[in-house]
């Protein structure tokens, strides 16, 4: 596609190039950092505005972003020091609570629903985003993602599992008329994880590297890191809980 070079794609392009070279003068050991590209889509939509996914990617098959949670908590460091992640949680059902304008509920974990396990939650309310509609058959790689971990699937058909989580979750029987896309959710996630990165690098003088719905940084750094994913969501009047994770 060709792409119109205006102020816009300059601040965006300048603001990457910014963490890359802050990021570049860091030590990241056990994994290999080569720099982000942001992904933006939807690019052929009418009144596309650079408003539609926007994720920073580290490419390449060596890339720390490809390690494996507990192999990046385990063997990673940077400058010389242990790293922890910084994740939100249930990040797209987040914004879309705060979009519609709704508090989270009340539980710490909102994928936590009586009855069925957290990854068939999380594997239903992905595949809704993902076609923004309600969905009524299992994507196979979903279903079989879930047999691979040992999760019971017997009697749980899509249809079934759909019921259950819009029983505890109600405002997914909107999401086929809210104009919402799996690219709004993302762009606005990438918004405010690209917003604690510069808030860390500009006011804490403090690494942090994106793991799309969080942050990987020092051991030191978590719960300025966490303030700062709080305040960055706040920022766009939107909720947001997250959950250290380390190396245990």
Same mark, same amino acid.
């Given at each position: 596609? %060709? ?24 030590? @990241? ?5 080569? /720099? ?15 408003? %539609?996914? $926007? ?10 972003? +490809? =390690?494996?949670?507990?192999?990046? @908590? ?18 797209? &059902? ?5 979009? =519609? $304008?709704?508090? =989270? *509920? ?7 629903? *009586?009855? #069925? ?28 993602? &879930? #047999?691979?971990? /040992?999760?019971?699937? !017997?009697? &749980? ?17 909107? =999401?086929?008329?809210? /104009? ?18 510069? !808030? ?14 969080? @942050?990987?940084? *020092?051991? !030191? ?12 969501? +706040?920022? #766009? ?12």
């Amino acid at each position: 596609m %060709k792409i119109e070079r205006d102020t816009t794609v300059y601040r965006l392009e300048q603001q990457v190039k910014q963490i890359n070279s802050y990021l570049d003068k860091q030590q @990241l050991g056990g994994a290999i950092f080569c /720099g982000y590209h942001r992904v933006f889509n939807m690019g052929d939509i009418p009144l596309f505005n650079w408003d %539609k996914g $926007g994720r920073l990617n580290c490419p390449g098959q060596d890339s720390y972003q +490809r =390690l494996k949670k507990q192999q990046r @908590l385990t063997t990673v460091t940077i400058n010389g020091e242990p790293v922890v992640e910084v994740d939100i949680n249930a990040s797209y &059902l987040s914004i879309y609570y705060g979009i =519609l $304008g709704r508090p =989270l *509920p009340k539980r710490d974990d909102i994928y936590d629903i *009586p009855g #069925l396990h957290r990854d068939t939650v999380k594997a239903w309310i992905t595949a809704a985003f993902g076609n923004n509609k309600l969905p009524i058959r299992w994507p196979s790689a979903a279903k079989t993602k &879930l #047999l691979d971990k /040992g999760i019971c699937m !017997s009697g &749980l058909t899509m249809t079934k599992v759909g019921k259950i989580v819009c029983e505890h979750i109600p405002i997914m029987e909107l =999401l086929p008329d809210s /104009g919402l896309t799996w690219a709004d959710f993302m762009y606005t996630e990438s918004c405010a994880i690209i917003a604690a990165m510069e !808030s860390l690098r500009d006011n804490h003088d403090i690494p942090a590297y994106s793991m799309h719905d969080g @942050l990987m940084v *020092p051991v !030191s750094a978590c719960h300025t890191t966490a303030r700062e994913i709080i305040r960055a969501f +706040r920022d #766009l009047d939107l909720p947001c809980r997250v959950k250290i994770e380390r190396n245990n």
